[in-house]
């Protein structure tokens, strides 16, 4: 048989055009090409090593981080770690908090342990003390870095001057196991799994590479049944019917609630024409406080109904305790409907903290249907016309925008879903929110309605799911999803309950 060139792709390695590249690791088809950014990804996954710093045999010093106008240290009932650390290394530090949305951490040229407030700060360059946010609905943020010059400590604070506790993780990076190279393939074509390129293609034996690494796993075949051979594919049939299960994992008073949303342990819901706030510590089923909303404080719609209650991700000041949260008004005031946008205020006395709220800016939303404004991620919201079930994807604005008024057309994306299925009867939707690139809310009240729990998928324009609470003897009516503790989590105001659901 004569010599045949066999091209990867194509006439020099070119991909059809035909042919997409996939630069996430959710994308199925065999139609389609991985790009080598993400084989980067898997390579970094897999291939990757790095050494867990045991910070537990670090001494905890009373006093964090203060503000840096002048440097300082605060109160003796803050806490602080400090790790020595080497210039140049590359390293990965993770936060993890229930009680607030992220923590302080410094690079120190040189240290001693404070003996006051106004004991000796080293930050290398002028750097300060820097805030690493966790993402609104997790518990911890992850970031790598490389340790700069001069750096000889890394200072992480514990707790800070508010008494909200963080736990640190510090990782540094040792060597990443050898990878097979030794093919260099056209330009166009990654062979290996450590080029970062959305525009490359990951090639075949880099498939193969992965599929050596990670553990398969096969359909079981019933006991008491003969499994032959047979040569080719793995046969596999994707079933829809999966299931779901509830756990009651908090209580809460009986109250009139329409709205809310969770940020770490605590849970605000509000209620008809704002004027109440109830905050609950979910941890503990614990009412903390019952907040009545100042009539000058309320916004610019009487009657607003607070149906979508989301935590957003900017703080109003690096050291409150909550990022701002936004209060949909639902009804409409002079043609526009809007988001009422809230700081939170924590004020102790006495070792009682209680809250306040005021508001920061005003958000309003130009037409006189009803709307949801729902803050999503990557610095994006999406504002929800529920009677034409149009949803806008703008970008989030900035505190420093001030109070304005959106214009669609600035829109980055609009999503249209059809008409709900007539068997909901109508359902009313609740409370919404965004995770992952998807919608999630809960819908219908208990006397007519279908009590439902609904996810859409904003890439395929489809209600993904649609799961009937009563099936799972939940008939209450449901006001608010959120995910807490890594769970998705429903309030429900009949039985003043909070449920987690799971799915399999």
């Known amino acids: 048989m004569a010599n045949k060139t066999v091209y990867p792709f194509g006439t020099d390695g070119s991909l059809p055009a035909s042919v997409g590249i996939i630069n996430d690791l959710i994308t199925g088809g065999a139609d389609k090409a991985l790009s080598a950014q993400q084989g980067k990804i898997i390579g970094d996954y897999l291939f990757t090593i790095w050494n867990t710093v045991d910070l537990s045999a670090l001494t905890v010093s009373n006093r964090s981080l203060g503000n840096q106008n002048p440097d300082n240290w605060t109160t003796t009932t803050a ?72 750096a000889a400590y890394l ?85 829809r019917n999966h299931k779901v299960a509830k756990e009651q994992v908090a209580t809460i008073t009986s109250i009139n609630c329409q709205g809310g949303a969770c940020y770490g342990d605590y849970l605000f819901m509000f209620n008809t024409n704002n004027t109440t706030c109830w905050i609950y510590n979910l941890r503990t089923s614990q009412l903390l406080q019952t907040y009545t909303i100042p009539a000058e404080e ?10 979508t209650v989301n935590f957003g991700t900017e703080k109003y000041d690096a050291d409150d305790p909550f990022p701002l949260v936004y209060v949909s008004t639902g009804y409409a005031s002079g043609g526009d ?42 610095g994006n919201c999406f504002l929800c016309y529920t009677g034409t079930r149009t949803i806008y994807r703008m970008v989030m604005p900035k505190l420093s925008d001030g109070d304005l008024t959106f214009d669609l057309s600035d829109a980055l994306e609009v999503y249209q879903f059809t008409p709900q299925p007539a068997s ?46 009563t099936t799972l003897g939940l008939n209450g009516e449901p006001e608010t999803c959120f995910v807490w503790d890594g769970k998705m989590c429903v309030v429900f105001l009949n039985n003043s309950s909070v449920y987690a659901l799971y799915f399999e």
């Open 79 to 150: 806490k602080h770690i400090a790790c020595p650390v080497t210039p140049g290394d590359k390293i990965r530090i993770t936060v993890t908090s229930s009680q607030t949305n992220g923590g302080f951490y410094a690079f120190f040229s040189n240290y001693d342990v404070p003996a006051s407030s106004s004991s000796n700060v080293y930050y290398v360059g002028s750097s300060g003390r820097i805030w690493l946010t966790i993402p609104s609905g997790q518990e911890s943020k992850t970031e790598e870095m490389t340790v700069p010059e001069g």
């Open 298 to 307: 309320r916004g610019f719609v009487s009657n607003s109904h607070c149906n």
């Open 155 to 239: 200072i992480m604070c514990t707790k800070d001057g508010s008494g909200h506790s963080s736990v640190w993780t510090l990782e540094i990076f040792v060597h990443e196991r050898q990878i097979d190279n030794d093919f260099i393939p056209t330009d166009n074509i990654a062979d290996n799994l450590v080029t970062d390129d959305a525009e490359k293609v990951l090639s075949a034996r880099q498939g193969v590479v992965l599929d050596e690494k990670i553990e398969k796993v096969s359909p079981s075949i019933p006991s008491g049944l003969t499994p032959v051979d047979y040569t080719g594919e793995l046969v596999h049939i994707r079933s």
């Open 424 to 469: 909901w009867n109508g359902s009313r939707n609740q409370n919404r929110m965004y995770y992952d690139g998807k919608i999630y809310f809960v819908s219908g009240v208990p006397s007519t309605e279908k009590r439902l729990f609904v996810v859409l998928d904003l890439a395929t324009r489809t209600r993904e799911v649609a799961i009937d609470f």
């Open 337 to 378: 409907t809007g988001a009422l946008v809230y700081r939170i205020v924590a004020t102790t006395v006495d070792d009682v903290t209680t809250y306040s709220l005021s508001l920061v800016q005003t958000l309003k939303l130009p037409g006189t249907g009803w709307t949801e404004f729902i803050v999503g991620e990557d």
